[in-house]
């Protein structure tokens, strides 16, 4: 069992910038992909960005392909997300998933929210302009 708790979410205005992170439990290879996913209000929740365990392969939204930064530190069993130039199409709930079904050196391939077996409960991020 994988227990995922986000944190770091906040309100910063247009432009600026947010550190999200992710804590899991239980052995870092139990977490082979870790992604981020995002749901704003009405809309479907998002693929937003994964990392496979050793860092190598990582795949980004096109929304967010340039100004987002996943990484992972896996001695402390964390993920990150940095966001710079935050824009207001960016607020959102900010979910930390794991997809503990692929290897451990196995590229990013999962972008879906099926793909996605362990959830935490979300991080609100707001950006206002």
């Known amino acids: 069992q994988v227990q995922l708790v986000e944190s770091g979410g906040g309100v910063v205005q247009a432009g600026g910038s947010l550190r999200l992170s992710c804590t899991a439990s239980?052995?870092?290879?139990?977490?082979?992909?870790m992604g981020w996913f995002r749901q704003a209000p009405g809309k479907e929740r998002e693929f937003v960005a994964a990392?496979?365990?050793?860092?190598?392969?990582?795949s980004y939204a096109a929304s967010v392909k340039g100004r987002f930064t996943i990484s992972r530190d896996n001695a402390k069993a964390t993920v990150h997300l940095q966001m710079l130039h935050l824009e207001p199409e960016d607020t959102a709930i900010y979910y930390c998933?794991?997809?503990?079904?692929?290897?451990?050196?196995?590229?990013?391939?999962?972008?879906?929210?099926?793909?996605?077996?362990?959830w935490g409960q979300g991080t609100q991020v707001t950006v206002s302009s």
């Open positions: 998933a794991a997809d503990t079904r692929r290897g451990p050196y196995d590229a990013v391939r999962s972008y879906s929210r099926s793909d996605y077996d362990y």
């Open positions: 990392i496979n365990w050793n860092g190598i392969s990582t």
């Open positions: 239980g052995p870092t290879f139990s977490t082979p992909i």
